[in-house]
């Protein structure tokens, strides 16, 4: 990520007690100040000197299962009657005490000091010895934590005064008034999706397109923010000490009218976030369009599904030979920013420069209209120039979001009917896709078109789950639209990329075999827990090994290795820097050489392994390199069906609902959900005399369906009665976990909370939630009440996205319903209690997440997240999903001691059964 820009130092400071010595941290030069700054800038709230506890060990992607290191320690001496740890630091006496930590020399973590530079600050620990730290342990060393605070005052002469906070590359931050009891945790924009060209534009040096819309009452707070280091973000610091840069800003939001519920919504465009295709020959790239509205927080706890304060927004667009619809109105609640929708239609060519879009607000019975104007660009395919193009979802219904792509015409340009394969391109991790170096980077051949998909985002799920349907989804939109342009095109897809998009084409590759010609990885690492290693996790310290092969298990979806039987047949080349300190080419080395054993060839014609010498991560030409062009351009013909079923393989999944067919077979369910299946069809290892046909041999595998036996398909269903497979009616599979899969949606997530004010946390975990969907995955959210809830499902309009249910069956009817159908075995009996098969959980912060079937269709997910109480809501609400690689299965029971012990403070976690009941191989508690 860029390096955050520096501003002047505040003096003041927030220390009451005795001062101790600040922090050395160098700063580069300052730049000058703007001769006018922007409005925006000039309502930018000055923020104190930083003070923080640590610095603690931090596991890899660990910080949703923990809160803080001090929970360990009890109270602060002189705040005995904070029992929330955070709250305790945030009045405790500057100074006082430090606390054990393996990190810095001599064992105790103390208190530092920080300058803050107009709203931005370093964090770095130069006296840790982290060279000798990370000398054994490798970059897993360099993971650490820090807890800060500073004092902010909220200006306003009002009940309560709005904000709009940015807190780029901060993992949580709070607010921390005097009558708090329990926090309020906000997720930060760690990956800084802020800075990126779609969070700055239109933002004229003023709060980011993703800055958080507060409404807080006026006065003074204390400001906690945690900072993190990840080496996969900040890269490695070398001989440096690893350092946090973050920027955290607080703006007056002047872009509405004084508080009030009976003011108008005051509805703010964000145009920085629209999404609009280019203009190829003629013809809009693209079917879908979006512009972003903002509806400002009422209350202070930013959220209400009240039908009263809920904007609907419908739209209509023209342009010349251009109509634009919306399919369905837009409801924001309160504090939330969503992105409407536009289906795009065109009669015919087109010299439209804009399109005049036509929003209709309505909240209650009132009624009002918006224009705004998005420019069209124009682009000819024979000038090879790169084309944005949009991507709505594989679906004809309402997308989850309208992401983008970049689309690169061949050049010099050729249209034979011949044409080679398609290149789907995979960018690494924090690369914008309209990417300048991205574009230039491509490989160009003659007739050739590629496609660079956006995965939602720069850092997306790493080309899992829903970047991977966004990929695939480019791709097949990308076919429907060039063939009204006339354009002969290839049915055929090549992968391509580089780094992480390098690990994705391992990912997407063995994932969907079918569906690809070839796969070129270039600087590709083998899955996320070899990148940055997991070992130092706090959780091994205190988890049940039983424990932690079930979450272990949740990562099953990242092991690209476990997968690798499945490219049997298709050309690979892996391709790495010989000097790589990013990506070492060990994980190339490995990936091939595992491939070459499930192929029982120690050179097999359709692997090769690239090391090419004295250059690194990146150089010149990385994906233009001989061997990529050579791949490109001898192609060998693609396999038929039957030809890669003769020759044999092993088909893997431990998911069905991410793998496709190989040679047109699919393991379809798994026997025992959590675990890895594998399908061996006529396999080396089963092969005899007399063999059938077709030989298959399963593992954990409950049902498979076959294409192309005999003219139709089949499905077959393993019968522990007859020890065979035995014909089926085919059925669609249904989706599997982990809870990482709810960020898959095949439309807006839909967020069902109660009413009245035994509601209220939960309907302001939902708005917090519904924000950070939409920065890390821009995946649009609808929040729902109960009873509208209840009326989807009635008259089967509740959507094809999947639910998620907040708060208990006392604070939540749609959650009592849920429970009543019993395909969990979780209910409450009685307040403050919960219970799974059988054991009961009734201490105070517990609290439960769980998926669940959806409850009108079998494609789709359900979630569940309630507590004993408003602490064991808030503990189980932080393992929703948001970034890759936190280890959730399908249910987990958290409790108070995960704030320090991680996973070893879960009371329960595993995996439902294949039909949703208990799994008793792959579930764990901590009582009988």
Known sequence: MARLKQAEVAQDTLHTGLPAKPKVV????????????????????????????????????????????????????????????????????????????????????GWA????????????????????????????????????????????????????????????????????QLLKWYAGDIYGFGETPSGRAGAEGGPSNFARALALPPGEYVLLVRALYECRMFGDPGEKPPTIKIGMRVFLDDTTAPVSPLAPPNVT?????????????????????????????????????????????????????????????????????????????????????????????????????????????????????????????????????????????????SNTTNAPPVLLALHGAGVPTPSNEWIAAMPRLPGMWAVLPSGRTEWGEDWHGGSLSDAWAARVAFATLISIMGHNLSNDTVLIGHSNGGQGVWHMAARYPDKFRGMIAVAGYTKIQDYVPYTECTSAHYADPALQGILSAALAPYNNDLYLSNLASMPVLAVHGADDDNVPPRHGRAQTAILSAWLDSAAPKDVRFVEVPNVGHVWDGVLRHPAILDFLTNLPPKKT??????????????????????????????????????????????????????????????????????????????????????????????????????????????????????????????????????????????????????????????????????????????????????????????????????????????????????????????????????????????????RTGVPVPDWAIVSPRMRWQAAGGLVGAGFWGADWGWNESMSWFDRE
């Not at 001769?35 to 640590?54: M, Q, V």
């Not at 920013?337 to 879009?357: C, D, F, H, K, Y």
């Not at 569940?864 to 503990?875: F, M, P, R």
Request: contains cysteine.
């Open 26 to 109: 160098q700063h580069p030069p300052l730049k000058p100040s703007p001769a006018s700054p922007p409005r925006h800038a000039r309502n930018h709230l000055r923020l104190s000197r930083w003070e923080a506890a640590g610095p603690f060990p931090a596991g890899m992607r660990e910080h949703p299962l923990t809160a803080s290191p001090l929970a360990a320690f009890g109270r602060f001496s002189d705040t005995a009657a904070y029992t929330d740890p955070e709250l305790a630091f945030a009045h405790a006496t500057y100074g006082e005490g430090d606390w054990p930590s393996e990190l810095p020399t001599g064992g105790r973590a």
């Open 113 to 180: 000091t920080f300058d803050d530079k107009d709203g931005e600050v370093e964090v770095a620990y130069p006296d840790v010895r982290w060279t000798q730290l990370r000398a054994d342990h490798g970059w897993a060393a360099l993971q650490y934590s820090a807890l800060l605070r500073t004092r902010i005052t909220i200006p306003g002469t009002g009940e309560l005064t709005r904000v709009l906070v940015d807190a780029a590359q901060a993992v949580e931050y709070a607010f921390v008034g005097s009558s708090d």
């Open 269 to 413: 465009i964000v145009p920085g976030l629209s999404v609009v295709p280019d203009v190829m020959d003629k013809w809009a790239l693209g079917r879908w369009i979006s512009v972003a509205v903002r509806v400002p927080p009422l209350n202070a706890s930013s959220c209400s599904p009240e039908e009263d304060q809920v904007v609907e927004v419908s739209a209509e667009g023209y342009g010349d030979g251009f109509t634009c619809i919306s399919r369905d109105n837009v409801r924001i609640a309160p504090g939330q920013t969503r992105s409407v929708p536009l289906m795009m239609l065109q009669a015919g060519q087109s010299n439209a420069r804009e399109i005049e879009i036509i929003l209709r607000l309505m909240q209650g019975k009132k009624e009002w209209r918006v224009d705004t104007r998005i420019p069209l660009k124009h682009v000819s395919s024979r000038e090879g120039k790169p084309v944005t193009m949009t991507v709505p979802g594989l679906l004809p219904e309402i997308p989850p979001v309208v992401s983008t792509a970049i689309v690169l015409p061949p050049f010099p340009y």
């Open 641 to 882: 069906a039957d030809q890669v079923r003769t020759a044999g393989f092993t088909l893997a999944t431990a998911n069905p609902d991410e793998t496709g067919p190989k040679a047109g077979i699919r393991i379809a369910e798994l026997a025992v959900p959590g675990r890895l299946a594998r399908l061996d069809v006529n396999a080396r290892q089963w092969r005899r005399p007399g063999m059938p046909a077709l030989d298959l041999h399963g593992t954990n595998v409950r049902r498979i369906d076959i294409a192309g036996w005999g003219n139709e398909a089949k499905s077959l269903v393993w019968s522990k009665a007859e020890r065979a497979f035995v014909d089926h009616p085919p059925t669609a599979p249904r989706r599997y976990g982990p809870m990482l899969r709810l960020l898959d949606s095949a439309g807006p997530l839909v967020l069902v909370v109660g009413s009245g004010p035994k509601a209220a946390r939960a309907q302001c975990i939902a708005t917090r939630y519904a924000h950070d969907l939409r920065v890390y995955h821009r995946l649009d959210a609808v929040l729902v009440d109960e009873d509208a809830a209840l009326r989807g499902v009635a008259d089967s309009s509740l959507g094809w996205g999947n639910v998620i249910v907040l708060g208990g069956p006392e604070q939540n009817q749609f959650a009592a319903w849920m429970l009543a159908q019993k395909h969990v075995p979780v209910s409450f009996p009685t307040q403050g209690v919960m219970t799974v098969e059988g054991r009961v959980v009734w201490e105070e912060g517990t609290g439960i997440i769980t998926l669940l079937p959806h409850p009108l269709l079998r494609t789709s997910l359900a979630c569940l997240v309630a507590g004993n109480d408003e602490l064991g809501l808030e503990l189980a609400a932080r393992l929703l999903p948001l």
